[in-house]
Each structure stands twice: as C-alpha cells, then as structure tokens.
C-alpha cells in the first residue's frame, strides 16, 4: 500500500471540497460529452452526497481525493473515484481500489462501476485491476469485477 495513505468518512463540510475535486478532475470529460452545467452537476452532486457513502482520500496528511460506494444485498457499487489531479499516477487510486475491491471480496459480492467511453484512461486503470467491460450505451461503460 502506499505509505502515509489514509481514508476517513467524509463529513457535511467535505461537501464543497468534493465537489471541487470532481470538477477539477472530470470538467474535462463531461464537458466534451454534454457540456459542464454548473447547477446541474452541482445538484447531482449534492443528491449523490447526501445518498452515497463518500470517503475522503488523505496522502501524508492532505485531502487529495475522494470515493463514493453504495452497497446492497447483492453488489458494491463504485459511483465516484477522484483524485486532485497532481497527485494522480502516484498508486494513490490503486491502493483505494485494492481497499474496495478487498472489501467487496470479503463479502463475496461482486463490483460494479461505470466509466464515460471517451475517459480511456479510467478504463485502462480499471482494466488493470481486473474489472471487465460488462455493458455500454452511447456515453459510458458498465465495468464489473466478480467476487474472488
């Protein structure tokens, strides 16, 4: 794991903080698929913060990042993955995954998650983790990672 890594559950003043990140790390990609709508992605994200479990990704003692899962009788979702992004590439996101993925593994469910197409870096970095292409629709892909 990578050292000095550590995830704590976010509080409700960790909404903004967030939201920043995922506009920092995602503007790009939902703006080339249908447009960045400020009060539209801040809406969904507030519903989302509200309803999904949200853990804030601390490395040597900074917030660089965030996660979002929700978690049934039958699966682990992955809904949010994003780290600030001049801590990417660090094994940063690769060390939360093998957190998430160990957990789902203990209870013997399987992963889902879903990824825009045209962010082919996400769907290597999943790739290499083990996740499958599962299914697709015009914007994104439904990727899942079967309990071991």
Not at 28 to 43: A, I, K, P
Not at 74 to 92: N, R, V
Request: hydrophobic content about 40%; overall charge positive.
């Amino acid at each position: 794991m990578t050292e000095g890594l550590t995830i704590r559950k976010a509080r409700t003043h960790d909404s903004e903080f967030t939201f920043a990140i995922k506009k920092k790390a995602f503007h790009e990609y939902v703006e080339r698929v249908s447009g960045w709508d400020e009060s539209h992605q801040r809406e969904l994200h507030i519903t989302r913060f509200a309803a999904q479990d949200f853990r804030i990704i601390r490395f040597r003692g900074t917030d660089v990042g965030f996660f979002a899962t929700s978690n049934t009788s039958d699966m682990l979702k992955l809904h949010q993955l994003f780290i600030l992004p001049e801590y990417q590439s660090m094994g940063i996101g690769s060390a939360c995954m093998t957190r998430i993925v160990n957990a789902a593994n203990l209870a013997q469910k399987p992963m889902m998650l879903q990824v825009l197409k045209i962010n082919t870096r996400a769907i290597a970095f999943y790739q290499r983790l083990g996740f499958t292409i599962a299914d697709d629709d015009s914007t994104h892909v439904q990727m899942e990672k079967l309990p071991e």
